[in-house]
């Protein structure tokens, strides 16, 4: 295998792929360290897949580059490339049995060492009694660790799961998570894990892109990308958001003054001028005691009624229409018995500025 | 059907109903086996058997032709097996279909390989076009052929004119005419299965294949191939049961007493001899050796251990 | 005529299905079930000569088994079997069904044997065909008085050897097997049956697989006159010769009437064929082909009407065949289907219809080519078995 002797980070560089007119993946530019867990995260059809075929071979780019350190591997055959795939729904060889499919990729190098690599793996994801069953015989989560198996066991500078997760029950897919986790900490190979579940990404990955449209609408840490999206779709993509539009009055110290419809609300500092979307997560915002006490200072304060609570165990999701007649989403952690606020009531949320962002008005 | 002649007790209604029930269960799927064993028995059994008794009768003393009494003559296959012209036929016919089924494979898998693989669009069109030629008739297009491979007929005549053969080259008539004819008229018959086998082929198992350092050719010798194998098997077998018995093909663009083929040999003997006996001998023999092939092959080819 | 308005695909039907093409489609395992389904097994020989009372009278019907595209026929209907209708109010159940005289004989020789009704009244079989059903008694003798036209029958087909005096037989249509050859590439014509033989022609020669027509122009050449019997030694020689010619590769194929589309292709120059079918090709190609009966005599068959012996519609079918008899009806079916038209008379009402067709030798052979023409002895049934059996192992089969 051709183990890179210089850095084994992975490089897109202005990577495109068009179908006719469509641009599937338009100017993509991604660095992704050696030995991370990175996920692209988006929408079907948003250009992660294709992007992760262009990586794996599958696909040639339209333009654009793709380096593994120093080595250009943008028109390199598949099969001669260091990157190995765990396909959704597996594509385990049905007619070999589970030690064969594992060995298939080894077998085409003249590894040597051969059985005892593959027993390694199998022990690794503890399937070592199975060898010798074919795929038909095994269970959606054994073929799952089958297939990365096979994956691995090659020793790939970069290792792709294209929705490995997918087929599998939300319980085995839960457990599923773990595993992955502690497969790649424990061969410590860089995984580039393809996903439209921002739970999955954000729960396993370090850093995840999200795309939309064939774009990378941004890229960071699973917490920079909740607390800080840069985009409507970022923030509405990963989690639940409230939006509120308004100008930009100007700056006052760390904070940026946003003129609204519900009075000057403030956030974090911005670049962005004249109108603009104030953004808050639900479960950010919490009801005052009363209109006058209960908000600290500097906080950021609406009035509205409730028109709607729902009891969901963990917290309760109440549906608050703002002076505005805009209806915004309020969780409230379920610390107390009973209820904050009934239907009809008159409240006043508030919260802390440093939990709002601004976003490009639509 | 013993249980309802139990005795039941007052309280069994519960249980005369259930064991009926029951009774009807069990029997249900040898019911639903009953058409198929009936069709299978009147139309192969039965002829079958009539076959071989067939070949085991001698002529009526002073009968009329065509008449003939059960005897039960083994001799018959002795006698009949003996004569060259009929082995010589069967070996014919054999070594003929074998050869047009290896070419027909070798035509008819990369021709169902673009078709289900590479096509697109196109995949309908190019399937009716493999089907097209079952709208002629199976003898006017070996008939068409016979013009085309004719002395003066496309083919001839354009390797006459860049004087590759010489004037008085001729195809038809020949064994590899004959070939040539079984070959394309068997062709379809390889190609459906094998088409409907690469169809179904997850292609994505070739781009794991791919991914995990198999050239393409290396891809296809360990997946494709043994994946598509039950769409040959079916194909070959297609292909070379009926061309053994076929004979309009060497009827056709064969000559006389070289190219004759076992098939014609049996029509012959029966319809225009009413040597019944000696047909229904080469007829069981053809059928015995043609499934002891089958049943060599498909052992071989190991289509069982396929999924 | 309808001849010349057909398109090539039915061009090519017609010669897979005329009245000489026989291509069973059937493979071996079609044909061994059919085998199968043939019950043999013993029986007594000749039924006896009872025949079923004649119903005609009540029942007006005849069931006429005819070989394909023998008959004139227009839009689905034939002209003059409507006429024939109408003029006796009988019904005529015409039917298509004859397409080898050794198949259609594997279909009804056993209920022939066991004197059950095969469904037809009349039926259309060639003259050693013919022979057998006579020999085995299963036709029914023909009324002169039903058949006053018998008398237009030619003269050269009145008294053949197989039914002498036309007492259970009338002719349907005739055709002669001679040699034929492309005039382009022998255009001094051939003569006689060893002109076949000659260098040019290695590997261009065809003949009949109608063992009767091939076997008779070779025994005619030999001297030896096939109206009367032939002996064992006779037979032998002119196999030898057709083995001879065979295996030196002079003639390349023994072949049913697929040998139109080698005489079109240019595989075959020249060969024992039948004239009808080079008219037809003449027709269809230009007058490429020319056809002569070798001066030691060709071959004439025929196709003939009878009533087989399980009929009781005896006087309904007379009165069709009467029909048929007529000169004027006959020459209307010889305009349609081209043979030699058996019945004298015809040929002065051909003129009125075609005058060109009235001038055919193909269709109104001259008494001098009729005195030419032989037609081959009737076999008695051991000798054809033997006969067939020694020319089916001379031409591989």
Redesign the interface.
């Known amino acids: 295998m051709a183990s890179p002797q210089t850095n084994g980070d992975l490089w897109l560089k202005d990577l495109t792929k068009t179908f006719g007119d469509f641009a599937a993946v338009d100017h993509i530019d991604l660095h992704i360290p050696q030995g991370s867990f990175f996920a692209l995260l988006g929408p079907s059809g948003c250009g992660k897949t294709t992007t992760l075929r262009m990586i794996a071979g599958l696909e040639e780019p339209t333009s654009g580059k793709v380096l593994i350190g120093d080595l250009d591997i943008t028109y390199a055959k598949a099969y001669d490339r260091p990157v190995n795939t765990v396909f959704q729904n597996y594509a385990l060889f049905p007619h070999m049995d589970i030690f064969e499919n594992i060995a298939f990729g080894l077998r085409r190098r003249n590894v040597s060492d051969l059985d005892k690599k593959v027993k390694d793996v199998l022990e690794l994801i503890q399937l070592s009694h199975l060898a010798r069953r074919k795929p038909a015989q095994l269970s959606g989560g054994q073929q799952q660790r089958v297939a990365l198996a096979r994956a691995i066991v090659n020793q790939p500078a970069v290792l792709l799961l294209d929705e490995p997760l997918g087929a599998l029950d939300l319980k085995l897919r839960r457990e599923m998570q773990v595993e992955l986790k502690r497969i790649q900490m424990e061969v410590g190979l860089t995984f580039i894990h393809v996903t439209h579940d921002q739970e999955e990404a954000m729960s396993m990955a370090d850093t995840i892109a999200v795309m939309n449209n064939g774009v990378v609408e941004q890229l960071g840490a699973p917490l920079d990308l909740y607390e800080r999206p840069a985009t409507q779709f970022v923030a509405s993509f990963l989690g639940q958001t409230n939006t509120l539009q308004g100008t930009v009055v100007g700056p006052d110290g760390d904070f940026t003054v946003v003129d609204t419809a519900c009075g000057r609300l403030r956030l974090p500092r911005t670049e962005l001028t004249g109108s603009v979307a104030l953004g808050v997560r639900p479960e950010k915002i919490e009801f005052a005691q009363t209109a006058v006490s209960g908000v600290p200072d500097g906080a950021n304060v609406v009035e509205g009624v409730v028109t709607d609570a729902s009891f969901i165990g963990v917290s309760t999701q109440y549906i608050v229409r703002l002076r505005n007649e805009q209806e915004i989403a309020v969780f409230e952690q379920n610390l107390l018995f009973g209820r904050r606020a009934l239907v009809g009531d008159q409240v006043t949320l508030f919260w802390d500025p440093r939990h709002s962002f601004a976003l490009a008005a639509q | 059907m013993n249980a309802p002649v139990v005795p039941v007790p007052a309280a069994g209604v519960q249980a005369v109903r259930s064991t009926k029930a029951g009774t009807r269960r069990r029997w249900t799927p040898y019911l639903l086996l009953l058409p198929g064993l009936l069709w299978l028995g009147i139309f192969f059994i039965i ?2 058997a ?2 071989l008794m ?1 070949s085991l ?1 001698t002529p ?1 003393p ?9 005897t039960w003559r083994f001799q018959n296959y002795i006698d009949t097996l003996s ?1 060259p ?1 009929f082995y010589n ?1 069967m070996i014919r016919s054999f070594t003929y279909s074998f050869i047009a089924t290896v070419l027909a494979l070798l035509i008819a898998y990369p021709l169902a390989y673009a078709i289900a693989l590479r096509a697109g669009r196109a995949k309908p069109l190019l399937l009716v076009l493999v089907v097209a030629p079952f709208f002629v ?4 297009r070996t ?1 068409a052929w ?2 085309v491979l ?4 496309p083919v001839v005549s354009t390797l006459q004119a860049l004087h590759l053969v010489q004037q ?1 080259f ?1 195809i ?2 020949s064994s590899a005419a004959v070939i040539a004819g079984l070959t394309y008229n068997f062709l379809p018959f390889m190609t459906l299965p094998i088409f409907a086998s690469l169809d179904r082929l997850d292609t994505r198992l070739v781009e794991a294949a791919n991914d995990l350092y198999a050239g393409n050719l290396v891809a296809f010798r360990k997946v494709t191939l043994p994946l598509t194998m039950p769409g040959v098997v079916a194909g070959t077998l297609l292909t070379f ?2 061309a ?5 093909n060497s ?2 663009l ?5 190219t ?1 083929m ?15 006996p000696a ?2 001998v ?3 023999t ?2 015995s050796i043609i499934l002891a092939a089958v049943w060599l092959y498909v052992r071989k080819a190991g289509t069982e251990e396929l999924v | 005529m309808a001849r010349q308005e057909m398109d090539s695909q039915v061009s ?2 017609r ?2 299905m005329s009245r000489r093409g026989f ?16 019950g ?4 007594s ?1 000749n039924p006896s000569a009872s025949f079923p009372a004649d119903t005609s009278a009540a029942d007006k019907l005849v069931r006429w088994a005819n070989w394909t595209l023998y008959l004139d026929v227009d839009k689905g209907k034939y002209p003059t079997l409507e006429t024939f209708k109408k003029q006796t109010g009988i019904n005529v159940d015409y039917r298509e069904d004859v397409d ?1 005289n ?2 259609f ?2 279909k009804v ?1 056993g209920q022939l ?1 066991t004197r059950k009704d095969i469904g037809y009244d009349i039926v259309t079989l060639t003259d050693w065909m013919a022979n ?1 059903m006579i020999q ?1 008694g299963y036709t029914q003798p023909l009324d002169a008085a039903k058949v006053p036209n018998k008398s237009n029958i030619l003269t050269a087909l009145a008294n053949v050897a197989f039914d002498p005096g036309r007492q259970r037989t009338l002719t349907w249509q005739s055709g002669f097997a001679g040699l034929v050859w492309n005039k382009e590439k022998l255009p001094k014509g051939l003569k006689t049956i060893d002109d076949l033989w000659q260098p040019a022609l290695k ?1 261009k020669v065809t003949v009949l697989s109608e063992m009767r027509d091939t076997v008779g122009c070779l025994l005619l050449s030999q001297g030896v006159d096939i109206t009367k019997p032939i002996s064992d030694a006779q037979f032998a020689t002119a196999l030898e010769l057709l083995s001879k010619q ?2 030196s590769g002079q ?5 049913g009437n ?1 040998y139109k ?2 005489l ?4 075959a120059w020249a060969g024992i064929l039948w004239s009808g079918d080079i008219f037809q090709l003449n027709a269809e190609n230009g007058d490429k082909w020319g056809f002569a009966l070798p001066e030691s005599g060709g071959t004439l068959w025929s196709d003939n009407m009878m009533i087989p012996s399980t009929s009781s519609h005896q006087t309904d079918a007379m009165k069709l065949m009467n029909y048929y008899y007529e000169p004027a009806v006959a020459a209307k079916v010889a305009a349609y289907v081209n043979y030699i038209c058996p019945v004298q008379g015809a040929q002065a009402e051909m003129e009125k219809i075609d005058p060109k067709l009235a001038a055919s030798e193909f269709i109104f052979p001259s008494a001098d080519t009729l005195a030419r023409a032989k037609t081959f002895v009737g076999l008695e ?1 051991a000798q ?2 033997s006969f ?2 020694q020319w ?2 001379a ?3």
């Open positions: 002829p079958l009539s076959l067939q009768q009526v002073n009968g009329l032709a065509g008449q003939f009494q059960q004569q012209n036929a008739s199976f003898i006017l008939i016979k013009q004719g002395a003066e007929g008085n001729t038809y008539p049961i009926p053994s018995g076929d004979y309009i009827e056709l064969g000559g006389s007493v070289n004759t076992i098939g014609k040999v049996i029509d012959s003997r029966f319809l225009v001899l009413s040597d019944y047909a229904s080469l007829s069981f053809l059928m | 090519a039907l010669s897979m291509f069973g489609a059937a493979g071996a395992v079609g044909a061994a079930s059919v085998l199968a389904a043939c043999t097994g013993g029986g020989a080898d050794n198949s004989w594997g020789n044997r057998r085995y590997g065979l295996s003639i390349y194929k023994v072949q697929q589309n080698d079109i292709n240019g595989t049934a054809e078995t067939n059996d089916l192992t031409i591989g089969q």
